[in-house]
């Protein structure tokens, strides 16, 4: 019991001269933040970065973003906090563009796609900015979905500077019909927020969906 008390009393004598040691300062008299420069108010008019709870922060990390005396931000998700105090998408992260389905037109060109009239059967070839290529399964259908195959991989720069090319084709036994030959899509931010992209009719096709998922 005794050495119990003995304890209490050392803890709450530590605490007392820990706080009596940072609040020596004067104007600030909280308790010490490391990453915080400590002001009385936080405005334009002494922060460069953003402002939280009446602390200045450089207003450059994910957690607290912001410039110009405003109220810190949170970057999440996909985004990250740049060094003007500004969220956005990461330039370096990587992800996967996945055709997830199409629409093929219902002839090719007044002929059906296959002689004994049964469904195309479609493939889709992919090349991603940076040259990533992915090759989906082979599907039997006017509306063939995939879920595994085909995907491939740039970063978000890479993305958002290049574009991106699909064709489709039948797979035949003689000589494969092609669907579309290369057709170029250029990604934006909304895409990649918004996790995917439908395009609409190009030459053999009604309609084509993918999806970006971070990698
Ligand atoms: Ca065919």
Not at 5 to 10: E, S
Not at 24 to 44: E, F, K, M, Y
Not at 107 to 133: A, E, L, Q, Y
Not at 140 to 149: L, V
């Amino acid at each position: 019991m005794k050495k119990i008390i003995a304890l209490v009393i050392a803890v709450t004598a530590t605490g007392c001269m820990t706080t009596n040691g940072s609040g020596g300062g004067g104007t600030g008299g909280g308790l010490g933040n490391t990453q915080g420069n400590q002001t009385a108010s936080c405005s334009a008019a002494n922060c460069a970065g953003c402002c939280s709870g009446g602390v200045c922060f450089a207003g450059n990390t994910n957690s607290t973003c912001g410039a110009g005396g405003k109220l810190c931000g949170a970057c999440y998700g996909p985004d990250v906090c740049f060094t003007d105090g500004t969220c956005g998408l990461d330039p370096a992260a990587k992800w996967i563009a996945q055709p997830v389905s199409a629409q093929i037109a219902s002839s090719n060109n007044g002929s059906s796609w296959d002689g004994d009239g049964s469904p195309p059967d479609v493939i889709v070839t992919t090349t991603c900015p940076g040259g990533s290529i992915g090759v989906t399964a082979q599907v039997e259908s006017y509306n063939p979905t995939w879920a595994q195959t085909g995907g491939c991989t740039a970063t978000a720069q890479d993305f958002l500077s290049k574009d991106l090319t699909f064709s489709l084709i039948d797979s035949d036994v003689a000589f494969d019909d092609t669907i579309t030959g290369n057709v170029t899509y250029g990604v934006t931010t909304a895409d990649l927020r918004a996790g995917g992209v439908s395009l609409g009719a190009v030459q053999g096709i009604n309609g084509i969906t993918y999806t970006f998922t971070l990698k």
